[in-house]
């Protein structure tokens, strides 16, 4: 999926300083100085009693303490796992680590160390064992590995190395490699191709079963797929980072599951891999013998989640699913202990909603309904036959956390404030560790018991809304926009501080747009909307957001009907919108711009090509220019292939619409993007320049789709700034 940066806002209620009394904002306390970053809680997690919770803390030495916490009163009950008796029981002088895995029992843990990532998920590590009775530490491997796991009873841990899949038994201290055809940029197993991590949300390619005797795993031969070289400067000559990247109509991976007893070489499960299919998930029930395996054609508009028996390799479907544009694929599935049932969310519909099903496949019941969207599956109380779940029921831009009994009764809101409310909950559905936000309100941490009644206060972030108070910023306001092409979209401004309806002021309009995306949403966030408030207060810019056709929250059919035309509707929409605002008596006309990132960077350069008239300037960071250039998970779920939608791809590339240019035109990459290729900004400027279009560029070596780094950041928006103030 193309990445999504993170653009924040939220909006301030002004206090008791006058706009002349307080400070402004400036570039560097955005991206040097930390100001603006509030205290957040992480790295909460339960305990099996359902009492108490564990999170990690430094000693005076450096030395990582997990410490145990009773839910309720916060009481520290004692430290399950201790750096400092780690350092002293392994002949360390301090021990420090910043991740690990408990195993079912809480005897053991796995703690990664000297970690580097690969991918957008994907990363390898030393990874050490650590015994709760001794303190003692045990290297899983000499070498780096990836996704080391224990199985459930802790007895044995598998990974992945070298695109081979490994199981260490842990009594016996002996290691045995399931898989020996992993080869580099060919053959994988146990982990996933670029393509699955990227638009899959994938990274581990293996699965324990309930007893620990049986591992599931992937095989991906991506001998077929075609490569991609993305040279890495910083030496005389050059490096050069191959993988496997398949753009839009091009070869896939060949991806087969197969079943391992530990004992044997794996038997691969007959799935039809030859077909040009995906295999996105593969999860086991509750029962030791069952697997679940969710499949989709190439197309994407025909899923099916199959049983698999691991005894038989029989194979069986038991729920399908087809549509007229695609079908997303969902990890709100929980199997039940009976090992008959399982929950699942689904947008059959037309909304995001909870369904109970018989593993062998017959719906049971339907156990939320509405025109409102589930937003996630927070968890299954099974004693108690209680399902929680967070939704849009009160807004699309809001998100409450629910409960509702299994056969779809009694549903209670118990959440209430205004915004965006987040909850995980303890292992006996007692309490749950409640996260909330808003646009006026920086992040809440509290426990609540199960009605949605606050037991204790964590943080409430009182100081740094107070120090906020100092800065000089304006109020953002929601509204619903009624458009010109008869569109009525979500929105929000951000005007400056000591607006004058009498004055006219430049607009700037943010864009992300992609589908099932979400910018206009009643929740706090940083960076980016920090840096449009100092656009609005120092500068008097007005800034406006909109959530275009295609966007999530708001049903199946408003999100899927840019199917076959990306770009098209978003487009009109954001130029439409921009007009709406241009007619407002305090906006000029002749001086609108707008700007986005990664989808919103293709969507900024079409508004500028094809808005020229009404668009004066625009920047695209990382933008996709011609979707043939794009993977083809992601690419083609929207669009299907280039050879069946030629039209499709041609008619919305920005590169297509050059000539129409006549505004100011930033563009912007990353040479090091593993995501959205540099090669679609050089294409575009090659474009420009045979039609001779003047443009202006700002490239970062090396870096990727992200752009940061070091001060990198910072240069980047003064780059953004500079532009904005000179050509807007």
């Known amino acids: 999926m193309i990445k999504q940066i993170s653009l924040f806002f939220f909006s301030f209620l002004l206090m008791s300083h006058s706009a002349q009394s307080q400070k402004p904002i400036t570039l560097n306390d955005i991206w040097a100085s930390g100001v603006f970053y509030p205290k957040m809680i992480s790295g909460f997690i339960n305990l099996n009693d359902g009492k108490t919770y564990c999170k990690m803390e430094k000693d005076e030495a450096g030395n990582t303490q997990v410490v145990q916490y009773l839910y309720a009163s916060g009481e520290k009950t004692g430290i399950l796992i201790d ?54 530490l045990s290297k899983v491997s000499e070498e780096k590995v990836m996704y080391a796991t224990f199985n459930p009873q802790a007895t044995k841990v598998a990974y992945v190395l070298n695109n081979d899949l490994y199981v260490k038994d842990l009594a016996k201290n002996k290691t045995k490699r399931l898989t020996k055809d992993g080869v580099q940029n060919a053959i994988i197993n146990g982990a996933v191709d670029w393509v699955y991590e990227e638009e899959f949300g994938m990274d581990r390619g293996f699965e324990w ?50 079943i391992s007893n530990l004992k044997n070489k794996g038997k691969k499960i007959e799935l039809n891999s030859q077909n040009d299919q995906y295999i996105p998930r593969i999860k086991w029930t509750k029962d030791p013998n069952k697997l679940s395996v969710q499949r989709l054609n190439r197309h994407q508009n025909h899923w099916e989640m199959l049983m698999v028996d691991a005894k038989t390799r029989e194979v069986s479907v038991s729920v399908e699913e087809t549509d007229k544009y695609y079908v997303d694929i969902t990890d709100d599935i929980v199997f039940l202990a009976d090992k008959e049932h399982f929950i699942i969310k689904s947008e059959r ?94 992040y809440v941490y509290t426990i609540d018991d199960n009605q949605g009644k606050m037991v204790r206060m964590l943080e409430d ?67 980016n909307y920090f840096w449009h408030q100092m656009l609005a207060n120092e500068h008097g810019y007005i800034i406006a957001v909109v959530d275009n056709r295609g966007t999530g929250a708001r049903g199946a059919e408003f999100k899927k009907m840019t199917y076959l035309q990306l770009g098209k509707y978003e487009t009109e929409d954001q130029i439409a919108a921009a007009k709406y605002y241009g007619n407002l008596s305090y906006i000029d006309q002749s001086r609108i711009g707008i700007w986005g990132w990664s989808y919103g960077g293709y969507m900024s350069s079409l508004c500028l090509t094809k808005g020229a008239d009404v668009f004066k300037t625009a920047i695209a960071v990382a933008p996709v220019t011609n979707w043939r250039y794009y993977d083809n998970i992601y690419t083609e779920r929207y669009m299907r292939t280039p050879q069946e939608n030629a039209g499709g791809y041609d008619d919305n590339s920005p590169i297509n619409h050059v000539d129409k240019l006549k505004g100011n035109y930033l563009l912007i990459h990353g040479t090091g993007d593993d995501n959205v290729h540099f090669q679609n900004t050089a294409e575009m400027v090659n474009k420009m320049i045979h039609q001779n279009i003047k443009f202006d560029s700002e490239f970062y070596p090396n870096k990727n789709h992200g752009i940061s780094g070091g001060y990198t950041r910072l240069h980047l928006f003064n780059r953004m700034t500079e532009y904005i103030l000179e050509n807007l």
């Open 83 to 136: 750096g400092k008796k780690i350092a002293d029981a392994n002949g360390y002088q301090y021990f420090s680590f910043g991740s690990f895995t408990l195993n079912a029992d809480e005897t053991k843990a796995l703690i990664p160390v000297n970690t580097e990532s690969i991918y957008r998920h994907s990363s390898r590590s030393n990874f050490l064992i650590w015994d709760k009775t001794t303190n003692k």
């Open 209 to 258: 079963n309930a007893d620990g005797t049986k591992i599931a795993y992937y095989k991906f031969n991506e001998s077929h797929v075609k490569e991609w070289d993305m040279e890495i400067y910083g030496n005389l000559y050059p490096n050069h980072n191959k993988f496997k990247y398949p753009k839009a109509g091009e070869a896939n991976s060949i991806v087969d599951v197969y």
């Open 349 to 442: 519909s037309g909304f995001w909603h909870l369904y109970l099903h018989k593993v062998d496949g017959p719906q049971v019941g339907i156990i939320t309904r509405g025109d409102w969207e589930v937003d996630q599956l927070l968890g299954v109380d099974e004693k108690n036959g209680k399902v929680y779940f967070t939704s849009t029921e009160v807004s699309p831009m809001e998100r409450h956390v629910y409960v509702v009994d299994i056969s779809g009764k009694n549903k209670k809101q118990l959440t209430t404030g205004k915004g965006t409310h987040s909850a995980v909950f303890s292992n006996d559905y007692s309490t749950f560790f409640h996260t909330y936000h808003s646009a006026t309100s920086p």
């Open 461 to 527: 972030n009182a100081v740094y809304k107070a120090s906020l108070a100092e800065f000089k910023m304006g109020k953002l306001a929601f509204e619903n926009i009624d458009l010109e092409n008869g569109v009525s979209l979500n929105s929000y401004t951000i005007k400056p501080a000591d607006f004058d309806p009498n004055k006219t002021y430049p607009l700037l309009m943010f864009v992300y747009g992609g589908p099932g995306s979400q910018q206009v949403k009643d929740n706090w966030l940083w960076h």
